[in-house]
């Protein structure tokens, strides 16, 4: 089945899901490829099976070759001991679940791989070429180009959201999940990624240690009855990864030239992974 025809039956059978999110009404037809709502707005699905709901262009800092080597690196595993983790949280019951801010999309088809209780997958992301890279995943999953800010998914509709590094819309997250449902934000702790740091910014400079105290805490002011799981480990690095490593990161983006260059000259062979799991549980 082509990419197209399995996005266009994926909305079909999961019409009550979406939203519109220029003026919230429902959608209530798919027409060949155009997906309308009750207000004759209309989104064309794309060659990829994936749906477009932004109003207008977005730039952002993720551009095709950091996404190709951020794909080869959590292909590589990066991220399974954050994925194994957030794949425990989660409840045992049949799931409909949410990825936001998915990237290129590895670390959910890897989540949605190690759980059999998942019934319906959405993903989105701002970055139309990181959902692009995530279609050529071999996952059931289907994903949008979306604003965080405005969903385009009806009022009460998952049993599960996940965020790995992504902002939050604590307004739009309370809105589109179920009663009984599940939030699980990953965010990086004090430790992560520390010899990149250490190495790209100087003692004592902004981006030399990590601090997420104001995130969690602004989490946890609207989730007081949030569970926090601390997850670290270390990540031995494929030696012909490290500078797709060095590259998947704003680390690097925002060093100084002398910096980056030594770091391309002084390659590490393993990496700490020091992330919370900020896991809430919805009344």
Known sequence: MKKIDKGRKFVQDNLALFQ????????????????????????DLSKKGTLYFLNHAVNTEYDD?????????????????????????????????????????????????????????????????????????????????????????????FSSVVEFFSPSAYAEFNRVIQPNGTLIKVVPN????????????????????????????????NYPNTEIRDVTYQWNIPADLYADLLHMTPLHWGARPEAQQMAENTPLTSITVDVQLLITKFD
Not at 191 to 210: C, D, I, V
Request: aromatic fraction near 8%; hydrophobic fraction near 45%; glycine fraction near 4%.
């Open 20 to 43: 519109c999110p220029n003026c919230q009404a429902p959608f209530i037809n798919v027409v060949e490829n155009t997906v309308s709502c009750a207000n004759q707005h209309a989104f």
């Open 65 to 157: 070759a950091m996404l190709v080597s951020r794909r080869k690196v959590l292909t590589a595993g990066l991220f399974d001991g954050i994925v194994t983790a957030v794949a425990a949280a989660l409840p045992t019951d049949k799931q409909t679940i949410l990825d936001v801010g998915t990237g290129e999309g590895t670390p959910f088809a890897k989540l949605l791989a190690q759980r059999d209780n998942i019934d319906t997958a959405l993903a989105f992301d701002i970055s139309k070429a990181g959902v692009n890279l995530a279609t050529q995943l071999e996952t059931d999953a289907f994903f949008a180009v979306a604003d965080l800010a405005q969903l385009p998914f009806a009022d009460a509709t």
């Open 190 to 221: 004090h430790f992560y990624l520390r010899e990149l740091r250490e190495m790209l910014y100087p003692a004592g400079s902004k981006h030399h240690t990590y601090d997420n105290q104001q995130v969690v805490d602004l989490f946890m002011q």
